[in-house]
Nanobody, 123 residues
């Protein structure tokens, strides 16, 4: 059973950057596509970005396109989300998740989820 653990969240000023990591344990991300979602207080969990196995294709929500970059290091069993030019509206708990389907922006398609990491952007 694949377990996902996010890290790298924190507090940053608007315009700054954060790099989130999603590490797999108890299994491998081989053949799995990995997505990042986020949930702000009082809002639905929304799709942010996804990367296909082995890294040939990516998908981004319009709200983050050009600012966020998703990548994966298959040797390290880890997926990253580099977030630049952050805005206060990017404040949320960020979750990574894994699925065998592609493309997929639907939460229901993802069978494995991490516990989330908080990212806070101050104005």
């Amino acid at each position: 059973q694949v377990q996902l653990v996010e890290s790298g969240g924190g507090l940053v000023q608007a315009g700054g950057s954060l790099r989130l990591s999603c590490a797999a344990s108890g299994g491998t991300l081989t053949t799995l596509n990995v997505g990042w979602f986020r949930q702000a207080v009082g809002k639905e969990r929304e799709f942010v970005a996804a990367v296909r196995w082995p890294g040939s294709s990516t998908d981004y929500a319009d709200s983050v396109k050009g600012r966020f970059t998703i990548s994966r290091d298959n040797a390290k069993n880890t997926v990253y989300l580099q977030m630049n030019s952050l805005k206060p509206e990017d404040t949320a708990v960020y979750y990574c998740a894994a699925t065998w389907t592609w493309p997929s922006r639907a939460r229901g398609a993802y069978g494995y989820w991490g516990q989330g990491t908080q990212g806070t952007v101050s104005s």
